[in-house]
């Protein structure tokens, strides 16, 4: 008889823990996992995917505009109807919900439906039912975090964003970070007059100077009121429902929704790791060890639980490296090194490796290329977009070690530069390479006279 009822037990379904559980489960171990509220965690459900439908939405109104320059006349009427999308939205979620769940049955893990607690180092209880495990991963991930103040209770994040009863015909977003930028531009782009508010000189801190200098400058053009130094210290909901924002500086702004974007912290509330003595650092998150394993032996985690880099990839590439793991007993081979990200504000961003600031700090005696450019689709269209790209290489070995991008298909364009820059490409290699004519991705490979270093 085994002595455990699983060998390993999974606490939250997301993008990390759906991989484990699925991989865990092919190498023959008995696997459940537990999810009190959607299959496919905040990814699937309120974060990259109904994210990127909604930037496709908000996108269209320029095309609308930009086709006028190409003979498309008659678009004008158009309207937009935030119901469907609404509904559309919800609903194509609904059907990776399902995917999920077929997913786990198909790899003959136990779904638990409920919110699980630890009740002892092989212990987990769900509802009132206890089971046992050898190992125990948790795979909880992050939950937005508003702080209290005045009012604070009228404010939303972007678990509820998607799918609001009305469209906010105006809108207050505040914080600096991917969320907060992106949601800003979504909204601009629906229709809404919208703020966004950062308690700091410039948003995308951790990001190039230039690429945010740039996004600052491409997002006022787009209708977006930036606040900057400035910090929301009260919101007082007015009698026609509307609300009253006040900021440390007084000035006030009335809106008809507040969206903070001002980070997330590890969803371990309620989990039970202190009382088993599992360590946390400061911030909240996990503290494991290059194994995902915490001071609780017998219990583990990953993903954004953990502090690490907060990308469903990630969390994706931890799962099966701790899988993989478990079955040779060699320690987990994750590169945190050069990991391309992308933010979708409009224009988007495509990123990877080292700032030009991180490079300098690091000691590198750089090159630095930019290109700074307009769209051949806007020579027609007429709009006053422009397009950013830049490489950041070592002087002493030709190593491209950043590469910068804002612009439409951003994320698209880095993601085949990450690839280049894993295999160490030199700018040379860069030079040697052929350009596709006409894209903007070619720009990449026709930089050649430096602009700084």
């Known amino acids: 008889m085994a002595e455990y009822d699983f060998d390993l037990f999974v606490i939250g379904a997301g993008s990390g823990g759906v991989r484990a559980s699925r991989m865990a489960a092919a ?15 905040t990814c699937v459900n309120v974060g ?27 678009q004008e009427g158009a309207n937009f109807h935030w119901p469907t999308l609404r509904d559309n939205n919800a609903k194509e979620i609904s059907r ?30 769900v509802g009132d039912q206890v089971y046992s495990a ?52 979504i909204f601009a782009g629906l229709g809404a007059e919208t703020h966004l508010s950062y308690r700091r000189d410039l948003f995308l801190r951790g990001f190039d100077r230039d690429v945010r200098n740039f996004v600052r400058d491409e997002m006022a053009k787009k209708q977006v009121d930036l606040h900057f ?15 009253l924002v006040r900021e440390d500086d007084g000035e006030t702004l009335v809106v008809d929704a507040v969206l903070f974007a001002t980070g997330r912290k590890p ?117 006053d977009e422009r397009t950013l790209m830049k490489l950041i290489v070592d002087r002493a070995s030709d190593k491209v070690v950043g590469a910068h991008m804002v ?5 698209e364009i880095i993601q085949g530069i990450a690839v280049a820059m894993k295999a160490g490409a030199t700018k040379a290699v860069f030079d040697q390479t ?4 006409p894209t903007a991705a070619e720009e990449f490979v026709t930089m050649r006279t430096p602009v700084g270093g």
């Not at 190498?27 to 965690?41: C, H, I, L, T």
């Open 134 to 185: 050898e190992r125990i991963l948790v795979a909880t991930g992050g939950w937005p975090y508003v702080p209290e103040f005045p009012g604070s209770e009228f404010a939303i994040t972007s678990n509820e964003i998607f799918s609001l009863e009305t469209f906010p015909r105006r809108i207050l977003v505040v914080g600096g970070g991917y969320i907060a930028v992106e949601f800003a531009g």
């Open 267 to 383: 969803n371990t509330a309620g989990l039970g790791l202190e009382k088993l003595g599992v360590v946390l650092h400061k911030d909240g998150t996990i503290g494991v060890d290059d194994n995902f394993r915490s001071s609780v032996t017998s219990i583990y985690a990953l993903g954004d639980v953990t502090g690490g880099p907060e990308l469903t990839p990630v969390a994706l590439a931890e799962a099966m490296a701790l899988v993989k793991h478990w079955q040779t007993g060699k320690t987990a081979e994750i590169d945190y090194n050069n990991i391309p990200t992308a933010v979708f504000c409009q224009p988007n961003i495509g990123t990877v490796g080292l700032t030009e600031e991180e490079a300098r700090q690091a000691g590198i005696e750089v090159a630095i290329f930019k290109s700074d450019f307009r769209a051949m689709r806007h020579t027609v269209s007429g709009r």
């Open 27 to 41: 190498a023959g171990m008995r696997v459940a996992v537990a999810e009190d509220r959607y299959m496919g965690g």
């Open 48 to 74: 990259c995917v109904p994210k990127k439908l909604f930037v496709y939405a908000s996108s269209y109104r320029e095309s609308f505009e930009d086709a006028r320059g190409f003979g498309w006349l008659g």
């Open 229 to 243: 130094n400035h910090q929301v210290v009260a919101i007082e909901k007015q009698q026609d429902g509307s609300l």
């Open 407 to 411: 612009g439409p298909d951003a994320g």
């Open 96 to 125: 990776l919900n399902g995917i999920y769940r077929s997913l786990l049955d198909n790899s003959k893990v136990t779904v638990i439906d409920g919110r699980a607690r630890l009740a002892g180092r092989h212990e987990v209880v």
């Open 434 to 437: 052929i350009g596709i004519h």
